[in-house]
């Protein structure tokens, strides 16, 4: 079974910086990670999948990237809005079930 | 505009049924397979299983199999998640949420429901 491991747990960042969001997989998982955001009381949105496609609407500040068991969400200059939890996907096995416990990124 | 819309919190005591349910609109729900997923502060995300509205083929993660029911009911365009005998380790937030294919094997989850608080407790 696929283990997706996410650091750190807890970011601090001030607004207009950037962010680095990295998870690892287990084992080679190609290119098929996802990464969602996620405020309080709210459902997850998908940012990317592909590991670096961006979804419908997804602002050019967020970026994917890596393959195989390396990935990374990089956020440039952070809006009010960024201010989330992040998890990261992997679905390369059916079905998808290996989700990374989640990155906080919260105001420095 | 593809939506999915979930049944209201529940609050329920341990050995009680509950049925909770999605209903989806803005696409054509037979066409693509539906999740529920699971979340606690505990143990983040966690797949309950998935459902072929076509053909109401169901895969459960093995925590979950045997414990809850998954169905759909292709006449409303809505999914279900069933406990004949709840316990208080179910409680959770459940999201169903839609599968987007990207091969025969390599599904993510592209559109998510508001998610059903569901609280057991005696």
């Known amino acids: 079974e696929v283990v997706m491991t996410q650091s750190p747990d807890t970011l601090s960042v001030s607004p207009g910086e950037g962010a680095t969001l990295s998870c690892r997989a287990s084992?080679?998982?190609?290119?098929?990670v996802a990464w969602y955001q996620q405020k309080p009381g709210q459902a997850p949105r998908l940012l990317i999948y592909?590991?670096?496609v961006r979804a419908t609407n997804v602002p050019v500040r967020f970026r994917g990237s890596g393959s195989g068991t390396e990935f990374t969400l990089a956020i440039t200059s952070l809006q009010p809005a960024d201010f989330a939890v992040y998890f990261c996907?992997?679905?390369?096995?059916?079905?998808?079930?290996?989700f990374g416990q989640g990155t906080k990124v919260e105001v420095k | 505009e593809v939506q999915l819309l979930q049944s209201g919190a529940e609050m329920k005591e341990p050995g009680h049924s509950l049925k909770i349910s999605c209903e989806v609109s803005?696409?054509?729900?037979?066409?693509?397979?539906l999740a529920w997923v699971r979340q606690t502060p505990g143990t983040g995300l966690e797949l309950v299983g998935v459902?072929?509205?076509?053909?109401?083929?169901?895969i459960y993660s093995p925590s979950f199999q045997g414990h809850v029911t998954m169905s759909v009911a292709k006449s409303v365009d809505t999914a279900y998640l069933q406990w004949t005998s709840l316990r208080t380790s179910d409680s959770g937030t459940y999201f169903c949420?839609?599968?987007?294919?990207?091969?025969?094997?390599?599904?993510?989850?592209?559109?998510w429901g508001q998610g059903t608080l569901v609280t057991v407790s005696s």
């Open positions: 949420a839609r599968l987007w294919p990207t091969s025969i094997d390599s599904y993510y989850f592209d559109f």
């Open positions: 803005g696409y054509s729900f037979a066409v693509y397979w």
């Open positions: 459902i072929n509205p076509t053909d109401s083929t169901v």
């Open positions: 084992q080679n998982v190609r290119s098929n």
């Open positions: 592909g590991a670096s």
């Open positions: 996907l992997q679905y390369n096995t059916w079905p998808p079930r290996a």
